[in-house]
């Protein structure tokens, strides 16, 4: 990781560790070398770079929605730092499937959220069947990640209340 990287994930740690109290204990049985597909649940935007900064070391490569890359906002550059993949969604996007097994061929981690979009409450919604043909493309392993207890956490942050944030592995 790059200089650059490394003091962005400090930041994005400590923000979310200011935010969260972080139940990360089931984090230790995702492997650490060889490609692995980490298909997790997505609630809310700040779980995001809590499951990633409490992996590293490892090199992860998110599938994120090119609007949000593309943009020149803070998220958009923070995305930018960590070479995540753009995604069109809606479609069959070609380019982001080769970045993704380009990434699992050189013994990366790529991390999809199934669903497409955040639910905010929590409920999984229908998953879409990308991970599922990456993993028969690649060969690479489903590793499911699910978070709970982040879905009041604006609420808790309006309060000064940090929020409990559970990963399951």
Known sequence: MSLVQWITAGVLRAITTAMFRVDDAQLAKVPRQGPLILIANHVHIPEIPALYTRLLPRKIRGMV????????????????????????????????LRQALESLQ????????????????????????????????????????????????????????????????
């Open 65 to 96: 929605q090119a609007e949000r890359i593309l943009d020149r906002s803070l998220i958009g550059r923070i995305l930018g730092v960590f070479d995540t993949i753009p995604l069109h969604r809606g479609e069959a996007d070609l380019y982001a």
């Open 106 to 169: 050189a013994g990366q981690m790529v991390l999809i959220d199934p669903e497409g979009t955040r639910s905010h409450n929590g409920r999984l919604q229908k998953g879409q069947a990308g991970a599922i043909l990456l993993a028969l493309l690649s060969g690479a392993p489903l590793l499911p990640i699910v978070h709970f207890g982040s879905e009041n956490y604006r609420e808790n942050l309006r309060r000064l209340r940090r929020t409990e944030l559970h990963f399951v592995v």
